[in-house]
């Protein structure tokens, strides 16, 4: 979990995103576990580990952490995040062996890195 929304932005763009979100009175809450979300017909509150919140709008941002633990073991290269690292053909470390999807990383435009 982090302080700021979305681990794609750096710490400048996220501050950015927080400050505009203030501006037009929308709150932003980071770590925190959602528990319930209460309403009829339409979300009314969500309920976190931290307390209950009303709302008109919600948004859930929770992440994606690569389901790659069976491959403890093998030589198949991994991240620090868990992610299998591929090359630009999709190509793992070990000949004839691919990773595509949430498992694994990805040339990230923006940050010019392999990413995940």
Request: glycine fraction near 16%; avoid cysteine.
């Given at each position: 979990r982090n302080d700021h929304i979305g681990t794609i932005y750096d710490a400048?763009?996220?501050e950015y995103i927080h400050k505009e979100a203030d501006k037009h009175h929308i709150?932003?809450?980071t770590n925190e576990n959602v528990k319930a979300f209460?309403?009829?017909e339409r979300v009314e509150a969500i309920e976190t580990d931290k307390g209950t919140y009303k709302a008109d709008l919600v948004l859930?941002?929770?992440g994606v952490k690569p389901n790659t633990d069976f491959l403890?073991?093998?030589n198949i290269r991994t991240n620090h995040k868990g992610a299998i690292e591929v090359n630009a053909y999709m190509q793992t470390n070990v000949q004839d062996v691919y990773a595509?999807?949430?498992c694994a990383t990805h040339y990230h435009v923006i940050k010019e890195i392999h990413d995940h």
């Open positions: 400048d763009m996220a709150e932003i809450l209460k309403g009829n859930v941002s929770v403890e073991g093998t595509a999807g949430d």
